[in-house]
T-cell receptor, first 114, second 113 residues
């Protein structure tokens, strides 16, 4: 299996620009997570989908952040407008509910907002 | 009640020594306790996990000790090696519902030669 695939791996953008991060979960997995990792705050859960439906978005920091999962094999996390404090590593992860609780992470999207 | 508290924040261990990382939880509904290992530039990956029906699980040099009454669990790395240098996260989840996984804050381990 190819694992969770994220793109882009690295992005540098200017403040105010729109950023779109993409994720392809492992085939057959029915839960998808977006996490943000920073030195200060560690690993934070932003939003969680189950069967393409958002279940918990309480971790989304503010209205500038939005996430979609139009189908079982694709999700996006969008930041509009971006701010320097959004600079972080964003991880997508997926899980197959019927086969245990192991979450599989992608390699992350490293975002720098200047 | 959803928190998982992890300590220490960072740890330096001599090669060959024992690394110990501790976690504590509040939610008694948690019934799955994994540890994830993260190398620089990579995503976290499952290292070892335990369920509360056993008090200890060992895989090679890695052991989880679980104390259900104290609501604590710990990771022991025996004969620590420089290649073990990474950030370690404990986590917890409950089987019911949508299996949201709660992570600890992470421990950065450095094993020095």
């Amino acid at each position: 299996d190819a694992g969770v695939i994220q793109s882009p791996r690295h992005e540098v953008t200017e403040m105010g620009q729109e950023v779109t991060l993409r994720c392809k979960p492992i085939s057959g997995h029915n839960s998808l997570f977006w996490y943000r990792q920073t030195m200060m705050r560690g690993l934070e859960l932003l939003i969680y989908f189950n069967n393409n439906v958002p279940i918990d978005d309480s971790g989304m920091p503010e209205d500038r952040f939005s996430a979609k999962m139009p189908n079982a094999s694709f999700s996006t996390l969008k930041i509009q407008p971006s701010e320097p404090r959004d600079s972080a590593v964003y991880f997508c992860a997926s899980l197959k509910r019927s086969s245990g609780n192991t979450i599989y992470f992608g390699e992350g999207s490293w975002l720098t907002v200047v | 009640q959803q928190q998982v508290k992890q300590s220490p924040q960072s740890l330096i261990v001599q090669k060959g020594g024992i690394s110990i990382i501790n976690c504590a939880y509040e939610n008694t509904a948690f019934d799955y306790f994994p540890w994830y290992q993260q190398f620089p530039g990579k995503g976290p990956a499952l290292l070892i996990a335990i369920r509360p029906d056993v008090s200890e699980k060992k895989e090679g040099r890695f052991t989880i000790s679980f104390n259900k009454s104290a609501k604590q669990f710990s990771l022991h790395i025996m004969d620590s090696q420089p290649g073990d240098s990474a950030t370690y996260f404990c986590a917890a989840s409950a089987s019911g519902g949508y299996q949201k996984v709660t992570f600890g804050t992470g421990t950065k381990l450095q094993v020095i030669p």
